[in-house]
């Protein structure tokens, strides 16, 4: 209606809520965590308050909280700009794992710059975020700048081994995964190939170093020529694994090969059919990543799942020991392993 002027909505507050319940701003701000003290308060009534704060849309004052030396329930994750996408997947699960435990996350997005991720480290300190939770670090010949950065910060957990000295990481020992995989292959197949992107990335040399292995514990010496390494990255993904399946796969005689990740093995798959290779029959093909397209593609592509929930869930756990911890830091990790998925490619 003209001329009338509408309220400002305003934030719920702790004394709305004391209201609506019948108890007083001390007693909630004990159930919610805004205050401390000695107050006692029933499970009744404190479910009653929780579910009245629920009802009300309540959020808690960031500002008050840290004046008032709480921790500001706040994570702050750090992640490459542009990174492959199962790294979301695993970002969406650190998410599902910190609201679960009454935190939100912030994200600091970065490309292949060390000092560029520590200003993010630095601005989720002015927020005064409780910890950090590092997926990206990587980066080739930045390990220097990475002790020099981070050495000294003891609220921070990393996915994947860095290279640092008292680290707390999630070992995503994707070693062990490609010894699985390529011992399953040798089992029917005798050159087993393995296509790799740049070995200086931890993550690469882990999957070659698993590749070896299974040679090995199979009594079978690996034939150098089996494995082809891409020193760089065709922004033409479909020209590139092309090439490599006319320049290596049907050269060599491979009768299976790894490929970096699913989009490069549907790629792969594609040029092999168009040269009247039946797969699996003539040659065997896995990738990495489990992408969701892997098990709609003819025939259903194997793959390797980093088990990216156990990974979510792993990271928060260890920055919540963190957080909570009053001794010095020890190195400290857990250990995923992720999955086979065998489907029909193999």
Not at 24 to 40: D, H, M, P, W, Y
Not at 78 to 84: A, F, N, V
Not at 91 to 101: E, G, Q, R, S, T
Request: charged residues 25%; neutral net charge; proline residues 4%.
């Amino acid at each position: 209606m003209a001329g009338l002027v509408q309220e400002k909505k305003r934030n719920v507050t702790l004394a709305d809520i004391a209201r609506e319940v019948g108890v007083s701003q001390a007693l909630v701000g004990k159930v919610l965590g805004s205050c401390s003290g000695n107050i006692r308060v029933s499970k009744k009534t404190a479910a009653i308050i929780e579910e009245t704060a629920k009802r009300l849309n309540y959020r808690p004052n960031l500002s008050a909280r840290i004046l008032s030396g709480q921790k500001s329930k706040l994570i702050g994750v750090l992640i490459d700009t542009q990174p492959p996408p199962v790294r979301f997947r695993t970002l969406a699960f650190l998410d599902k794992y910190a609201v679960a435990n009454g935190y939100r996350i912030l994200i600091g997005e970065a490309h292949d710059s060390i000092d560029c991720l520590y200003q993010h480290y630095q601005n989720f300190m002015q927020y005064n975020a409780d910890g950090v939770i590092c997926l990206a670090h990587d980066y080739p010949d930045q390990a220097d700048r990475l002790r020099e950065l981070f050495q000294n910060v003891n609220n921070i957990v990393f996915v994947e081994k860095p290279a640092l000295e008292n680290a707390v990481w999630v070992d995503v020992d994707r070693e062990q995964a490609t010894f699985e995989l390529t011992s399953l292959l040798l089992e029917q197949r005798k050159r087993v190939g393995l296509i790799a992107q740049n070995p200086a990335y931890y993550s690469i040399r882990q999957r070659i170093d698993g590749y070896k292995r299974a040679f090995r514990n199979c009594g079978l010496e690996m034939d150098p020529s089996l494995i082809r390494v891409l020193q760089t990255e065709d922004k033409h993904l479909e020209q590139q694994m092309a090439r490599v399946t006319e320049e290596f796969i049907l050269p060599e005689r491979l009768d299976a090969v790894i490929a970096p990740n699913d989009l490069c093995a549907a790629y792969v798959m594609r040029t092999l059919m168009k040269h009247n290779i039946r797969i699996p029959d003539q040659v065997a093909i896995a990738g990495f990543d489990n992408e969701p397209f892997a098990e709609t593609l003819y025939p259903s592509l194997t793959s390797i799942d980093d088990n990216n929930e156990q990974i979510g869930k792993s990271a928060v756990q260890l920055l919540l020991d963190r957080i909570g911890s009053t001794s010095a830091t020890e190195p400290k990790f857990i250990r995923v392993v992720p999955k086979v998925i065998r489907r029909e490619s193999i």
